[in-house]
């Protein structure tokens, strides 16, 4: 039952004020439930955009044979024979017609890996 104090304004009984706030505990609980499953979907399409990059970097471990993404820059210390062992490429220089002297190579330089097995002639 609503009543009014002339005092203390409108006045709810406690049944009221319990509905009351119900509703609004039940408006919050909707708005966190639809908050969870929009970062759900979001954190599921990172998942799957990123899936190819880990399927090829499961099947590497899983086959112990090297790996190198088909665009690599070349660290510290680095030599085209270490890279080409590293990477199983043999044809390093043949594929990258801008390194002209195979002792120049410098860290950051950019070099295309085609491993051995996808080679073609």
């Known amino acids: 039952m609503v009543t009014f104090n002339s005092r203390k304004g409108l006045i709810l009984s406690s049944k009221e004020l319990a509905d009351a706030a119900s509703w ?4 919050i609980l909707v708005a966190l439930i639809l908050l969870i499953l929009t970062i759900f979907r979001e954190s599921s399409s990172m998942i799957q955009n990123n899936d190819d990059h880990n399927i090829i970097e499961i099947n590497h471990l899983l086959s112990n044979k090297p790996y190198c993404d088909e665009i ?3 660290g510290e210390g ?3 024979n270490t890279i080409s062992d590293k990477c199983g490429d043999p044809f390093i220089v ?3 017609p801008h390194i002209h002297d195979p002792d120049d ?5 950019v070099i295309k890996i085609t491993p051995n097995s996808h080679h073609h002639n």
């Open 72 to 74: 690599y820059v070349v």
């Open 94 to 96: 043949e594929n990258n």
């Open 24 to 27: 609004y505990c039940a408006i």
């Open 78 to 80: 680095e030599t085209l």
């Open 105 to 109: 190579v410098f860290p950051g330089l």
